[in-house]
């Protein structure tokens, strides 16, 4: 005969697991979210907007508002378990409707589907990207206004070098002002990023921005420290710093790794064969990376160096040295190592 507290003990227990099962049916089940059929076909268009660092919920929260997933939790589910999600650009996509979540993240990790797109290159110039922008539907008049009005921050003449290089999307509504606004702003926290504010040398930030633009143009990212290392060594020694890239800049030329003598002397404050200490302003617009090492520079007592092979590019701070390779590389030349 069962007793009284055994009793009791058994309808505790079966009340504590009736709970538990209620609870467990009350939970979400992920691998049941709903989810649209895959290969279906989908519904008319809707722009997504993907804002800067957006998380993986709030993204699958907005498409499922939209009407392009069943769920959001079906969304989220596939996002997570796909390392390709973390590359989802930014910016106003065209997704379709009634999409099933494997779908809508296909079309979301393709580029050819953000409206208004700017695809800024590290190294650009201001004047390539103001192209982008009239390949959008600006005119160069605009496009030159805006430039010329536009706020850029305490201690910069130029607006050249304050664009970052990214990838923006924008609504066809968006006025020039806004956009060189969002590119300065973004610039602006990119320098802050690589430690501007906190360096102890005497470089002001801008000069530190045309440094990064210098480290951007004439080297690969492998050796940006220890050109950001060349350039204070050179001016500290009072030398020229010679570098092919600020007459490349003057003569808006890309392309070619040769520098003729007669190119060497034209007459620009940008051209380092003639005149010492650092360009103007900065001669591109350089990315995280060349920002990063222009602020912190590899120690080192270089004060040459020379690319004498696609990627192998050599530091010394002797010039006899440097000669040595700068016959190697002439000779690399000649046997088409560098190509066209």
């Given at each position: 005969?069962i007793s009284r507290d055994t009793a009791r003990g058994f309808l505790g227990v079966f ?116 192209e982008s922008l009239r390949k959008l539907g600006y005119t160069s008049e605009e496009i ?54 906190k360096t102890r040398e005497s470089f002001s930030q801008q000069e530190l921005l045309i ?130």
């Amino acid at each position: 005969m069962i007793s009284r507290d055994t009793a009791r003990g058994f309808l505790g227990v079966f009340l504590a697991l009736a709970i538990i099962a209620t609870i467990d049916l009350a939970k979400p089940s992920i691998s049941s979210a709903p989810d649209y059929a895959c290969g279906e076909s989908a519904d008319k268009e809707v722009l997504v907007d993907i804002a800067q660092g957006e998380s993986g919920s709030s993204i699958a929260q907005e498409l499922f508002q939209l009407g392009v997933t069943k769920s959001s939790t079906a969304f989220f589910r596939v996002a997570v378990s796909d390392p390709k999600a973390g590359s989802i650009a930014p910016g106003i996509h065209r997704i379709q409707r009634q999409l099933c979540a494997t779908e809508a993240l296909t079309q979301l990790l393709d580029r050819t589907r953000i409206e208004n797109l700017i695809s800024i290159a590290e190294g650009a110039w201001n004047s390539e990207i103001y192209e982008s922008l009239r390949k959008l539907g600006y005119t160069s008049e605009e496009i030159s206004s805006a430039a010329q009005q536009a706020t850029r921050p305490t201690g910069f003449s130029s607006l050249e070098g304050l664009l970052f290089p990214a990838q923006y999307s924008f609504d066809s509504s968006t006025s020039l002002t806004t956009i060189f606004s969002a590119l300065v702003s973004r610039s602006v926290k990119e320098m802050e990023k690589a430690g501007f504010a906190k360096t102890r040398e005497s470089f002001s930030q801008q000069e530190l921005l045309i440094i990064a633009s210098l480290v951007q143009a004439e080297g690969d990212k492998e050796d940006f420290a220890k050109i950001s290392q060349v350039v204070r060594n050179r001016l500290a020694k009072g030398m020229p710093l010679q570098f092919d890239s600020t007459v490349h800049y003057i003569k808006k030329i890309r392309g070619s790794i040769f520098l003729s003598t007669q190119s060497t002397l034209v007459n620009s404050p940008y051209n380092t064969y003639r005149r010492n200490g650092l360009p103007p302003t900065p001669i591109n617009n350089p990315g995280a990376q060349a920002l990063y090492a222009a602020a912190h520079p590899e120690s080192g007592p270089w004060i040459y160096f020379i690319t004498v092979a696609p990627g192998d590019t050599r530091f010394t701070d002797s010039y006899s040295e440097f000669m040595q390779w700068k016959v190697l590389y002439k000779k690399n030349l000649r046997d088409g190592k560098f190509g066209g």
